[in-house]
Nanobody, 118 residues
Framework: VQLQASGGGLVQAGGSLRLSCAAS????????MAWFRQAPGKEREFVAS????????SYADSVTGRFTISRDNAKNTVYLQMNSLKLEDTAVYYC????????????WGQGILVTVSS
């Protein structure tokens, strides 16, 4: 499956952004989807994931209550709505896909930069 992320950019602290990740090439509804991020000088970290139907999401503690992951299987797209952004949310964000039959995320988008300014 190929993943193409969009929607990043520069935003002031307290603002909002929505990231999108469009998938192609396989049956989207057979893939768990997730967002990860990598801040400058830090390792990549998990942000949020969503199940096959979109009925449930899991979040890192640092974004719980501020970020919402969702998916539209008809559009083969996963979203990350980011509200109340903080300076520490500045990072390159990656969408990732994991097929239902495996335990690891094996497909990654190209990464998209989100910069939160004061």
């Amino acid at each position: 499956v190929q993943l193409q992320a969009s929607g990043g950019g520069l935003v002031q602290a307290g603002g909002s952004l929505r990231l999108s990740c469009a998938a192609s090439g396989r049956t989207f509804s057979n893939y768990f989807m997730a967002w990860f991020r990598q801040a400058p000088g830090k390792e990549r970290e998990f942000v949020a994931s969503i199940n096959l139907s979109g009925g449930g999401g899991s979040y890192a503690d640092s974004v719980t209550g501020r970020f919402t992951i969702s998916r539209d299987n008809a559009k083969n797209t996963v979203y990350l709505q980011m509200n109340s952004l903080k300076l520490e949310d500045t990072a390159v964000y990656y969408c990732a896909a994991r097929h239902i039959t495996v335990n690891e995320y094996g497909y990654w988008g190209q990464g998209i930069l989100v910069t939160v300014s004061s």
